[in-house]
T-cell receptor, first 115, second 113 residues
Framework: AQSVTQLDSHVSVSEGTPVLLRCNYS??????LFWYVQHPNKGLQLLLKYTSAATLVKGINGFEAEFKKSETSFHLTKPSAHMSDAAEYFCVVSDQGGGGNKLTFGTGTQLKVEL | DAGITQSPRHKVTETGTPVTLRCHQT?????MYWYRQDPGHGLRLIHYSYGVKDTDKGEVSDGYSVSRSKTEDFLLTLESATSSQTSVYFCAKWTGVNTDTQYFGPGTRLTVL
């Protein structure tokens, strides 16, 4: 069975300061990991994904994440927050075992960016 | 545009009535999924399909059924809606092993009174 734990339900940062959203995962297989972003009243947009290639993954809008197998972590970072980054972020693990692509979502981290 | 649409986008209905939500993709991806999103739970898988007439249950399938008569359409039916099914419903498609990404539709906000 696979699971995802997002360690913070809410994170607040000032504009221009770094962002760190933490995610730990558990998976029986070699997992694929994703971060999705959801702006208010919008659908989910793929931010970045890890699929067993480079452990440091770069995504859209300056975000990146590092896969650390020893720590079972996939934390999302951005060097400098922008007001437009305010949204909910979901860490997701994919398990292709048994066929298909079943995603397990974390409960989300609400990012607030203040002036 | 992820090439996946949902209809209706908003719906208000009464307890006990049947409701059908539609998901449509413009390509021919084999796998499609229905999720529900509730505060504090992230998204949870209701049902998924791996081909025409091939479906399986997800984590929270009770009270829901699905059908897939064409590759491009995946329907979610609430046979008798209950207030606990008030939620935002998302459909998704999987682009396959090589790209290994699910793309989501815009969502349907369902309110059951």
């Amino acid at each position: 069975a696979q699971s995802v734990t997002q360690l913070d339900s809410h994170v607040s940062v000032s504009e221009g300061t770094p962002v760190l959203l933490r995610c730990n995962y558990s998976s029986s297989y070699s997992p694929s990991l994703f971060w999705y972003v959801q702006h208010p009243n919008k659908g989910l947009q793929l931010l970045l994904k890890y699929t067993s290639a480079a452990t440091l993954v770069k995504g859209i809008n300056g975000f990146e994440a590092e896969f650390k197998k020893s720590e079972t972590s996939f934390h999302l970072t951005k060097p400098s927050a922008h007001m437009s980054d305010a949204a909910e972020y979901f860490c997701v693990v994919s398990d292709q075992g048994g066929g298909g692509n079943k995603l397990t979502f974390g409960t989300g981290t609400q990012l607030k960016v203040e002036l | 545009d992820a090439g996946i649409t949902q209809s209706p986008r908003h719906k208000v209905t009464e307890t006990g009535t049947p409701v059908t939500l539609r998901c449509h993709q413009t390509e021919n991806h084999r796998y499609m999924y229905w999720y529900r999103q509730d505060p504090g739970h992230g998204l949870r898988l209701i049902h998924y399909s791996y081909g025409v007439k091939d479906t399986d249950k997800g984590e929270v399938s009770d009270g829901y059924s699905v059908s897939r008569s064409k590759t491009e359409d995946f329907l979610l039916t609430l046979e008798s809606a209950t207030s606990s099914q008030t939620s935002v419903y998302f459909c998704a498609k999987w682009t396959g092993v090589n790209t290994d990404t699910q793309y989501f539709g815009p969502g349907t906000r369902l309110t059951v009174l």
